[in-house]
Each structure stands twice: as C-alpha cells, then as structure tokens.
C-alpha cells in the first residue's frame, strides 16, 4: 500500500505535491470529541515552510478544508476528511526528473517502481508536503489527548554539530515540554537555537543542507498503554516516524547510548513518589516490554539533511544510461528540521491515542 | 493486539516463556516453497543459549514442530504452524515477580495492563524466547529469498565500547555478509569478537551485563520494493525489529550519523556500474523514499544490556506499597547481543520477503 | 472502523449525504492503469436518481473530481481520491430525525450509537448517496477486469414478485451479461420490466416502496481466485455487497435453492469442454472452496424495500419518551433497486479484482 | 491469506485435515476472562461427528490441548492458542483426488491455485474439520457474551423441506433460543425433527445426502454494535458465516422475502415497551444501517448437501485430460446441518464480541 496506517485509527494520506490537493482520511475518531480549528491552524502553522531564514520562502497556505466528519466542531462518528488544495502551479522545474533523478530523493526508485508512471512533479506522493495531512491527523489526535491530559511536544536536539539542552527524562513537566514548539525556531535553549541558525545560514551559503536530530516527548501517559512484540509502543511509534521522509533513525530512553552501557547502569529502579510508582532513571524512555510505565516517553529521531541543494551533483540520466550532472533549480530549506518538529508530534500523538483507544476496550472486566 | 503482524504475510506468535509451547503461524506463503529443516535449524541454532560463556548454560533445544504448512518438506498453502514445546518446568523463581517487578522488565508493565492475570514466570509472552517463533518465521522466509538471489546477514557491530569492522555499504559481497553468521561469536572481526568476549566476561564477573549493537545487511534487492510513507522498507523493517524485547533503536543506513553531516556529504550521487544504476556512497542505506535502490540495505539496532543481574536493585513491592530491595536468581545471558543477531536477521529477512510478494501483485501490466 | 475495507485494495469511503462532500481513497491500484473517465461517469450515471418514474426526481451530477491517483488518464501508484460535491443545501427536512427516527433507517441505531453527535441531514454516512464512491472505486476496478477479459454485469432479478428471466450460469455470454447493464431499466427481459414498472408505480401511488432481487455476475475469471474459509470469494463479496444499505441477504449459485436439494441435484459434475474443465451444471456459482472454478460467478442480493414511504408510520420520541406519528417529507425512490444494480456490480468488480490482485502475488514460482 | 480474520479479535485457524493437527489462534481477549474448558467441551461436541444415524460414525474426540493464552483458568492477555491433534491415519482413500477431483469438493480449485502442491488428504485445509478451531474460538466469545447477557442459539430451520418452527423475532427469549442446542438434533419442534431424520435416513439409504437452512439469533444485545458500510453487523456476520464450507446464502430478518413486502410492511414501526425503544416487527433481523437496534438479532444461512455421497459421479482425470467417473469411498455424513449448528453460533459469538469490543473503545467521553 501507498500511505495507509490501520490501527484502531485508520489514516489514509493521499495527494501529490503538485496534484490538485493533498488530504487524509482519518476513521475511527470516537463521535462528540471537540476539533478546534484555530488550535490545528497553529499547529499546522508550525510545519508551514516561509518561517523564516532557515526555511523555503515558499507561502503555502495549509489550510485544511474539511469535506466529512465533523458537525459543529465536533467528530460525527464518520470518517473525517480534509484536503489542502495546491496552489502551485504545475511548473517545468521537475520536467526531466524522471530521466535525470535527484541524489537522496526518490526520483530514481519512484521510476522503478512505477515504470515511468508516477507524478514526479515536486516529489509527487514523495514529497514532505505530504507530511501537512499527517499533521492534520496527528494536531487532532494531540487535541483530543491534550483534553485527557496527555501532552506531546518536541523540540530540536542538534542541527550542525549544535546540541539543544535535552528533556529532562525524569522530571519533564508540561511547561518546558511545549515552550519550544511555541518558539518559531523550537529549541528549549535559544542561545543553542541561534548557534544553530548560524549553521544553517552557513551551510545555505554554500549551496549546501544540514540534518538533526529532533526529541520527543509525551508526558501523562497513564501506564499500561500498548503491547508485547509486534504492537509495543516502539513499534507503532518507529512505523509512523519513519512516514516522515527525511528520518532515517529512530531511538527511545537512552537508545543507541544504551548500547555502551552495563545493565546496572541502564537498568531503571523502581521507586513510590507521592505513592505513585515510578523509576529514578528514564533510559527505557518510559517504555518497558513495549508497554508504557508511566514515565515521560521520550524518543529521538534522525533527520537527514535536505537532499535538495544548490550544488551541482552527480547523477546518471535513465534514459541515455550515461552519467551525467544535476543542478536543482527551484527554492528548497536549507534544513528540513524545524519543520520536521510538529511532525515528530504528530506521529506520536497518532501512535499514543491509537494505542489508548485500544486500552480502553481490553480493560479487564471479569 | 498481541504478537501478529499483518503483511502479505500474517506472522501471528503465541506462547509464554514456561507455558506448554511456544510457536508460531505463518499465513501467506506461496505453495511450492521448499523449507529445509536442517538449514532451519541450522538458523534456530545461532539463536539458541548455551553456546559460550557469553550466553546462559540453560539448554534448550528449540526444535521445532510443524503441525501444518508443510506437505513432503514444501509449503501446501495452508497456514504454516510449527511449535516448540517448553521443557522447562515452571520453577518458583518467579513467583514473587508480580508484586516486585524486576527493573528493565516488562513485569510491571504488563502487571498494570493486565491486572495481574498475566503468566509472569519466566517473562511469559514477553520472554526473550518469544523471539524462537520470529526466528522461525524469518528464517523460512531467508530460505526463500536465498534461492532468490538475495542475502541477509548480520554481525555484532559493537559491544562493551568495542567496535567490530562495519559492513562495507557499497562493496559488500555474500561471502562478507554471511561469514559472521558461520561462528559461534558473530562478528567479521576475530580479535574484536575476543575483545568483546572479554568485555562480557568482565561484566558477568562483576554481576553485571552489557548490550550493544548489531548490522544487519541484505544483499540481492531488486530496485522497487516497499512503498511510500506509512508502508517504506524502513517502516516495516522498524516495526519487525522492536518485536525483539531489548532493541531500543533502530537507524539505516548513516542514520544518526547522518544528522551531523551537510546534504553534499549525505547524499549519494548515482553513477553506472556494468551499466546498472548504483551509487557511490551508500548513506541511504539501500533506501530512498521507503524504496530499496538496488544499493545494500543496511541498518542497525541498539540492544540493551541485559536487564536481569546478580546485584541487587531498587524496586517496589506494589502489593505492600513500599520500597524494596531485589535479588535476581536464576541463570541469565550477560550478554544477549550474540543471541539476538538471527533475530534481526529473521525481522529483515521477514520484512523484504513480505515487501517483495507486494511488489509482484502491483507490476506494471498495463 | 466506518467504511474502510482493508484488502490488497483499501476502499476508504468517506462523507455525509449533506455534508460538503463524499468520496473515496482507493489505494494499491497498480502503476499504469488507464481509467477512462467517460465509461466511469456512463457507470455512474447508472446509479445516480433520476432516470426515470422508479426513482427520485432528485438531480445531482454525480460528477467526481480526481484530487490524486490519476496522472494524464492513468494511475500513478499514489493513492487515487475522487470526491463528489453535495450541491443539496441543509434542509430543514431532516432537523427531526434525531427525535423521531424514521422505521427502518439508521436514525435510531446511530443516535444511541453517536450519541447524537452524527450528522442525520440525509440519512448523514449512512444514505444510499455514498454508495456513489463505492461505485467510483468499483467502476474503476470493472475497467481494469474488462481488459483482462473479465466482466461484471448485473440485472433486476425480482421486483413486486415479478420475475427477469435469470442468467444462464453454465451458457451466459458477455453480451447477455452486459445488455441489461445498458438500458434505463436494467433487465433482460423488457416485457418482465415493463411489468416491474407497474408494479412500482401502483406502490408508488399507494404512497408505498418496493424490494426486490439482483442478480450478479462475473465472467472470463481464472481458476483460482479466493483463499479458504475466511477469504473465499463468498465471504469477500459478502462483506462488500453488505455495504450497500438495503441488501439484507446474498446466496451464490443455488443459494437457498441448494438446501432443498440432494446432493447428486446440487453437486455440479465435472466435464471438458474444448478441452478445458467445466462443469455440467452451476449450482455452486462458480466457486468451490472458497476459490473459482472457471464458470460463471453467480450470486444474488435481496434488497430491501425503500424505507422512506409517504404513509404515516408509527415512532417514538426518543426525547419526550413517548410513542408517535411520522410522516416523511421529500422526494424518495419508491423502489431503489434499479439504481442498485450497478452497486452490486462495483462491490463484485472490486472483491475478484483484489483476489486477482492477491492471487499474481502467490503464483507457484519454486 | 489463507484463514485469518482481522478485527479487534484476530482468529488465525491452521491445519489440515490428515495433518499432524488443526487449532487456532485468537489474540485480543482482554485478560481476565474465565473460560470454562467443561462448558466449551461440551459446546465442541455439539460439533462433533458420531452423534446419531444422521452424522459420519467416525470417532473424533476433538479435545483441545491449550498451548497458551490461559492461566488458571482465565485469559492472560497474551495470544490464545489450541490444537487438536488429528488421530486419523493418513489413508489411501484420497490418494486420487489430486488427478479426479470430486464434484462439489475443492479438489479441482485447490490442484489450480497451489498447483499439486496442496495437502489433499480429506480435503485437506478445506475440510469440514477446520469448523473445530472455529468452534473453540467462537466458543470461548460465547462464554464471554454469556456473562454479559448476551445468548447466541441455533437450530435447524429445514431440512429436505422439512420446515421447523422458526424463532419468534419479536419474543423469543432465551429458554427458547438455547432449548435445541441442548438436543442431539437441535430443533425446537421435535416432530419436526423426527421427520428431518427420515428424510436423512432416506436420502442415506439412496447413497445421498441433503442440505438445510439454519437459522441462529443472538439475544440481549446493546443497540449500537456494528458500523456503516463496510463493517456493519451484516458484513462481519457474514464474512465469519462463509467461513464454513457448506453455507452458500445468508440474509438477515426477512431477508430475501422482504424483495417482495412492500416498505409499509417491511418496516418495522417504533414501539415503546417497559421505557425501552424496540419494534413491534423485526423483518430487520435487529440491525438497522449495519448496527443493532436492541431487537433479536436474527439470520438464518443455507447450507449445501453434503457433497461426498456414495453414488458415482462424473469428473474429470486432470492428469490424461479425458472425463470419468468417480466413487467416493470412505464414511461421510449425509446431511452435515446438525453439525453445523454449533458452527453458526461460532460465527456470531465471533462476530458479536468482536463489536462489542470496538464499541466499548469508541463509546462518546466528550
């Protein structure tokens, strides 16, 4: 399948970057949950490329329609649809993709697989624009666990070489789990921010991009929350992370560091605070045996540095079977990561509600 | 749900680690595929403890039973059953485990989710055994795709802070991949694998365990196989490798790595090798948009220390609701890395085979 | 879940009678296929009201607008979306149901199931109006099967105890399968229609509505389609015909016919015809096991009389919790089986096309 | 696939006839249920051969051994598994049936779609047989839903035209639903009964056999189980029902003789009984727009005679191409309706508390 994730939601991601909309369907919403269209707007705000140096001067509206599914500002039981039209026009610069494929995009594998067939026109199904109806999908998601408590944010771990104060694993309360993302560059520490937009503008100078590494956090998950093996919280979580195009890793708790550690290091005690369980350490990044323990879930994603750049590349032209060089024309980030931020949030907050509503109904009963 | 991944292959695993049986079923197979059984357990084998003194001296046969699947040693095209009978008798080491959890565990975890209902000897579905049923799953499927054409291998990529050789990403041959696999310590490397060795000694000397990191490469891929977003080989591959209990994180090709470098760097320029398309670097581990390119797929897991150690640890007695100190009895793994380097093995060999039958129903006809 | 049916294809049905707008994401159609756009909308138009004294005076279009999937008339591998706006306004026709539910509608079971949040303007998710995406994703599918030499057709089996002239299951040609198919009425035997039209304008005058039967086939399919007990053909066409609301029962073959028969009548003697297995009779609707046999696939569908009736009908004020009188305004279908013909067609196009979809996949290759 | 079902319970049923064993996998029961192992051996034998001169004379104690799933008697949360061991020898009896295949069997389908490779001994994984692991998961849904006041009955509607008393729609109540399922020859007329056996022993004694109709109700049911289109009540009623081999039809309420009421009879008005919403009529079998109304959910499935009857048949040799007759040997039942029975309660319990779970995680909270 192309871009479907059945849980107990059901998300169905479709469009092209230069087809007449992108858009989602997402089935399986409880009916009466309030969706707060200003909220989501903000939210999506933050995906929205123009925001600033670091990214595309591209304006892209992003301004969800929504065709089924909510009455009244609530969820009706149906499923629920929004499409964002595309304004862009279908222009000549992907023209000779599908003969001369970008480095690190899928032009090349996008023309196996399809036989020619694909829209290659700004990425076509490829592209991160695609990640605005994930958004979609994952803001309500996050509203509707923002009312139960649950609240997901994240924030930029490095750009550049340039560290960001990691969260705070044991002790991460609300307030410093959603400053960032009310930041237009979503860093916890701004002085880090700057650094890294120093990076940033260096490296767009040099017709070049720059990767990171984004953190995510959830806090007030109740313990209990997903399943042994095939279905653990690392599971669904890594499966919606990797929707993102630009990720290429994904770790939780102390993750690849963990690997370099003895078990009695990483090994989280049990302790009561306030008569509550709880652990003195966070490595497990509050899941254990894929089920959540009532820590902060913490997990870290790797972003890899935009492929599209201003420098000529090395490429083969599929048609001619010669090589040949690339120059890619057209406005592009000069790194994907601050807009790569809300992503991660709403791949968690799809993963977390998922596995709630599945909770809900295998509570014991007997 | 539990353990069932839904594919064009339906892996669906049961068992609790001192229940009756293990085992697993296999649903999609093509009819006609011959399943050697001595090669299978050839493959269990590499899986099985007691096979140094980096493992546990417990002995476990792990010889599996087909009770469907198979008629005269070929698939029937029926749903592939095959158990594994647990000999170990159900001992009272773990009798006290539901009121004080062990750290690192799933046992308050799955205390909390399943009310205390759960079969917490030995782990119960969430042992580390749980992963002989993946592995026979898997390693039909390695079979198959063997005669194919393609390869899956993997070694120990670190442990203790020692390094093994990496796989080469572009260069690597067959005889490179599967050569770890051959020895008793899987690793390229010998004098790493000793190092190594010595590393986990140290630690169970001192009570204590060690994790670290597996490669896992597969060699042969046709250009073409997993699909966009939600459904990308890195999404399949994720959600197959966190089914094995200790994997924290999960990173292709450069992965983290690929964070700190610039777009110039990261990407991988095309060029024609014998007049195919490759590239001349392999950051993308084999994969650009979720599509394999023909390059080899290769990626890493973090594996955590072994959570179960001699030295006491801080936990809770949750039915007294006070701290408490525990002792682990029993005999464990220091170190379970060498164990579980088949086990990502049968996660890829899974996930590519099951990425393949998709790609055969969805050619170009028209 | 809604409206989702997960197979090699997902069909993921979307909208509100009197919301914006319905539609449909169908997804895992392979690369390259041609849809021609003019023979979708002569299907759809088969379907839409009013085409004649049986049906709703009502006029809408019916008109989709592609928002993905399609690339200059073929597929493109992305997931294909059509929505279909609703030009009818909200009326005021409908503000009542949530009170007073009509018998035999949803509004009842979908006020305790919603909670009263579902949209009921129009019978809301639940109207017969989306079975317009149904046949969107379907008359797709039909195109594909046409050009491999299989074909869907349709025709009124019964209506007010008049009987068509059934199909012949063992010697039905394509030309008699498709020839209802083409004219306004759809039945084989235009004197048995003209009888039918009677019959529904006498109810229809009464202020009353008609049930009846259709009857369905596919022709040209290969041996081998459907998988045992839970993926049989039956039960896959079952589940797809259910989706159109008034059928309230399918039987394939003889159907019920077969309970009264004794086996040597019932069962279908093999025979060679042009050197190729037949069978002398059908009884079994070309499906044996679950999978085709190379004849005719055969069913049939009883579908319920149009509940929306001019006569008062009793009810019950679900707020005041006490009993009372309904009458139902607007323009209604006094019997909606002509327009359902081509909804039987769509969900049988749909249910062989992702069984031979599945079946490319499994293909002997050892 | 071959025999999964997928929804919130996943049923993944294994084995062949003449295999080593048959059994079943049922993942999702939440943790905690008690399953009475008397009570669903008693509800497998209801299911099992030998019973009366209707029924083959073989002996199959049909005991299931529990490989997982249970501890102390009450689900553990972790995937339930069962075999049966097949005591049956593998005989000569179906050594031809690849090369001339028997009217009214899978045999010509299976040698088609696997190609030779299939097991056909006694059918194989098409056989009859496979109804036990269905039994046992069907079973155990149906201990749960008893606990909750929910009853699912059956009995025999008709045999060799032989009519029983059907079940009221409006009044019938559990003493009555559960009175035939207590019987050797589940019917609720016991004249009627006796009559139904002289058509068997006359069709026995003539080397045939006959097929029925059954009808089965579900008592106690919360209105809004279910959902629009695609899975509502009907749909996954009758996808589990076509699970078992012989059933060629179901409808539900009047089924297909409501093709021929008018709406104004067919319609079943709204009455007030005791406070409580219910219909003074039931032609909608309890489910209205594919949800249930809180009236007897009532449907009724055709089954085909048996098709292995003693007289010769006419087949086919595949292997020279050339028509022949054919005996079938061996002990069969000459009307397997009785036996199905039990079956048809599987199919609803299944179906039934797989919706009452996903109803209790979409329940409004707003």
């Known amino acids: 399948m192309s871009s479907t994730y059945h849980g107990q939601l059901t998300v169905s991601i479709f469009g092209q970057s230069h087809g007449s909309a992108i858009g989602v369907t997402l089935d399986g919403l409880p009916p009466g949950e309030p969706v707060d269209l200003d909220t989501l707007q903000t939210f999506l705000n933050r995906r929205a490329p123009g925001q600033g140096d670091w990214s595309t001067p591209r304006k892209e509206a992003d301004r969800p329609e929504f065709l089924s599914g909510l009455l009244e500002g ?28 970008r480095p690190g995009h899928a032009d090349y594998t996008a023309q196996v697989k399809y036989g020619g067939f694909q829209d290659s026109a700004g990425g ?34 490095a750009i550049g070489g340039v560290p960001d104060t990691p969260f705070d694993p044991v002790h991460l ?29 260096q490296a767009k100078a040099a017709g070049d991009s720059l990767g990171g590494v ?23 979580i890594a499966r919606l992370v990797f929707a993102i195009p630009a990720v290429k890793g994904v770790e939780f708790g102390a993750g690849f560091q963990c690997a370099a550690l003895r078990g009695s290091e990483n090994n989280d005690p049990f302790c009561l605070v306030d ?60 790194c994907i990561v601050p807009r790569a931020v809300p992503c991660l949030e709403a791949a968690a907050a799809l993963a977390v509600y998922d596995a709630l509503l599945e909770q809900e109904m295998r509570r014991v009963q007997a």
Chains 1, 2, 3, 4 share one sequence.
């Open 275 to 334: 008569g509550q369980v709880r652990t003195k350490t966070n490595h497990a990044g509050g899941i254990l045996g894929g089920i959540t323990n009532g820590m902060p879930l913490v997990f870290r994603a790797a972003v890899k540095p935009t492929p599209s750049i201003a420098q000529a590349q090395d490429s083969v032209s599929l048609g001619r079977r010669e090589e040949a060089q690339l120059e890619i024309k057209g406005r592009h980030d000069p």
């Open 74 to 101: 609530r969820t009706c039981g149906a499923p629920l649809t929004a499409v964002i039209r595309n304004t862009n026009t279908r222009s000549g610069d992907y023209a000779n993709l599908k003969d001369l494929p």
């Open 214 to 236: 984004i953190e995510c956090a959830v806090l007030g998950l109740p313990p209990g929350l997903g399943d042994p093996m095939l279905d653990g919280m690392e599971n669904r």
């Open 173 to 201: 309360n609300e307030t410093a789990l959603l400053a960032p993302g009310e930041k237009p560059f979503p860093v916890t520490d701004d002085s880090a921010g700057t650094a890294m937009q120093t990076q940033i503008a």
């Open 124 to 157: 076509g199904h490829f592209s991160g624009r695609l990640t605005a109806p994930l958004c979609i999908a994952g803001g309500i998601c996050r509203q509707i666990l923002a009312r139960r408590g649950i609240a997901v944010g994240a924030h930029i771990a």
